[in-house]
């Protein structure tokens, strides 16, 4: 069978799996008694084993068969979790991580073998505790002396109370309870509608109280041609073995007798999907197998389960350039001349405004994304820096849910690895200079994200040491790149800038990790590259705080469009502080810079027109000139334009290949005219 068409589907659950697993073991970590914690990691490693598996990828499935055992020896109390078992798990996750991206990279595993991790996982289960605390008793199946326990579904399944007593009022009415693992062969192509037909011959005798995986993983084939139902029944194990031994595709029916009459330990939770919400789901899966069509919502339900589709980014992108094209055409048709404008018209254009809107909106929002799936990578990113640098370090997350559009969440992972393993390398003490200036021995890295209007803006502070601004003046002197009198007439915000320059660092000492300084520079040319930008707050012993601020969409923006000569261009709406007029008297040169005094502020001007080399007459006879104020963070600067057009919303277009590396020029727009118009770079203008 041609595996190939389902890689893909096997890809993208492989790394949320992987996700999963990761963000499972941090807090394993954090609390070693975590039960459902501990539950959810072994799910995870069954789940990625079967799928591995089933695709013939044989050293994933190897290695988290491996992992399996040991997690099945964790849960029984067998061995117990150290920090260096949580790392040797880490190791495994790791390796996994690597045959995923061979995976994708090559369509196959890759040469590197875990073998030792492997023999390392197997020396765990060799020295099992000889007297470890056992667990509370629980009820637990009997198996027959030829029971097969190399998988963790075939091993005793935990029962809750809820379970427990049902299993000992159905005792008192004469019922038998079994645990019944059914195994498919492994060339069975429906394993949904086979499961199907086992449920429905085990009703004929039976109750089903429990399933593992639950139902809805059945339904959704996410098992391991195998899986395990708990029945009460009156009939004969001989007779429910032999039906089950008749269905095509079956190739082993394992049942054990469970014990009566035994009280669930308190505490103990279920584990997997609750009695009733399974009979519901079960009832689901018969209609699903039986009607052949999808499971439609049911109000009796407990839980709601979301329907969501994957969709390639490349089809967003070409629906969202078709919206673009719709919103083009809309402004062409307000500016159509000749047409008469009835009343049947206007309404007509405005009907039209409200659906491209309405449509943008809905596309927009399908394309936006959690900063969620770039922030789960750094609380081990962070767990790993620390300990290799020695330091107690906390990462602690917020506003996880604050939604960015796909192509800028693509773009914003590595300027955060560089602000966070800056905070972590040089922004936090050591714990024993912590403890000497009376901090906490735990330094604290915040991360927080949050929309601001158009905007939104990701926050990366600690509690560490801070910048020191006199040893980054110094390094300016030291550098040549500006003399000490110079220097010394340096504000505070204009020293920090200068730990955004290529190859500028104050660290006395370079690590493998980072320097203050040394990737800065690639951080401030990311984000600028994305429409935003970078400011920094410091205080010499408390520490520093990074904003950077985003849009929340490249594609589509509301702009101001402004006359430069005979030419049009855009200013992104956002950047845009204030309009005014001024005078050729109000300007003034400081420094062969000419500049204005604006509410009690000196802030410079830049005539477009002569940055932008636009041929025509000069404007510097004018008696009165147009200034369009634009904000970069707190820097204000003017530009003078010769006329304003008004705002508009535009559809940014790539330059292309041949003119992307225009430095004050980001994109271009099609105007409703037809006509193109260049969209200005506020950040590299006003830098």
Known sequence: MDMSQYLEIFIEESKEHLQSLNQSLLQLEKNPGDRPTLNEIFRVAHTIKGMAGTMGFNKMSKLTHDMENVLH????DEIEITADLVDILFKCLDALEGYTANIVETGNEGSQDSKELSDILSGLLANKKADGAKAPEQAKAVAPPDAKGDSGITSDLVLDQYETNIINKAADLGNNAYQITVRLNKGCLLKSARAFIIFKTLERHSEIIKSVPNVQDIE??????????????????????KDLNSIAEVDEVIMKMIKEKNEAAPGIQAEETGVAEQMQALADLKQVVAQGQNKTDSASKKTKTGKTVRVDIDRLDVLLNLVSELIIQK???????GIERTQQYVEAIEYLERITTNLHDAVMKVRMVPVETVFNRFPRMIRDVSRELGKEVELEMSGVDTELDRTVIDEIGDPLIHLLRNSCDHGIEPRELRKRLGKPECGKIELKAYQDGNNVVIEVGDDGQGINVDKVRQKIVDRGLLSRDMAANLSKKDIIDYLFKPSFSTADKITDLSGRGVGLDVVKTKIEALGGTVEVETELGKGSRFFIRLPLTLAIIQALLVMVGEEKY???????????????????????????????SVIPILRLRE??????ESIAEQKVMTLVIVKKGERLTGFIVDK???QQEI??????RYLSGTKVITSATILGDGNVALILDVNALAN
Do not use: M
């Open 651 to 656: 559809v940014q277009k790539s330059l292309g």
């Open 220 to 241: 959704d084939e996410k098992f391991d041609f195998e899986f395990t139902v708990i029945v009460l029944t009156k009939a004969d194990e001989e007779a429910i073995k």
């Open 331 to 337: 402004t062409r048709l307000e500016d159509l001349q």
């Open 644 to 646: 304003i057009i008004g």
């Open 570 to 600: 855009a200013i992104q709406l956002s950047s845009v502080h204030k309009i005014i007029n001024i005078t050729p008297g109000e300007i003034k040169t400081v420094q062969k810079q000419e500049v204005i005094t604006y509410r009690n």
């Open 611 to 616: 940055v932008l080399d636009v041929p025509g």
């Open 73 to 76: 020896a964790l849960r029984n």
